[in-house]
């Protein structure tokens, strides 16, 4: 069974940075794609990076510039760094995984990431 593992949500205040990792495990082929999305209350869960096998990046217009998505060398680990945090960042944030060999989409628990005004 193909599990995410998520860590590094928190408080941080206006302005600050944060540092989330997913780890994917269960599975003998290294995700083809893995992101993160996030969900605040009362609205969608909506994109806000993913990063392919290959290293191709797509991020949500509201974080280009101040986040970063990245991949380990084993390809199983996934990072989000986020810089200039704003108040609505505030959301729980979700790892995803796309893995095509099993035809599979899996996601984390979530980790809640909160911005102080």
């Known amino acids: 069974q193909v599990q995410l593992v998520e860590s590094g949500g928190g408080l941080v205040q206006d302005g600050g940075s944060l540092r989330l990792s997913c780890t994917a495990s269960g599975s003998i082929f290294r995700p083809n794609r893995m992101g993160w999305y996030r969900q605040a209350p009362g609205k969608q869960r909506e994109l806000v990076a993913t990063?392919?096998?290959?290293?191709?990046?797509n991020y949500a217009d509201s974080v280009k510039g101040r986040f970063t998505i990245s991949r380990d060398n084993a390809k199983t680990t996934v990072y989000l760094q986020m810089n200039s945090l704003q108040p609505e960042d505030s959301a729980v944030y979700y790892c995803n995984a796309l893995i095509v060999m099993e035809n599979l989409e899996v996601w984390g628990q979530g980790t809640l990431v909160t911005v102080s005004a």
């Open positions: 990063i392919t096998t290959g290293g191709s990046t």
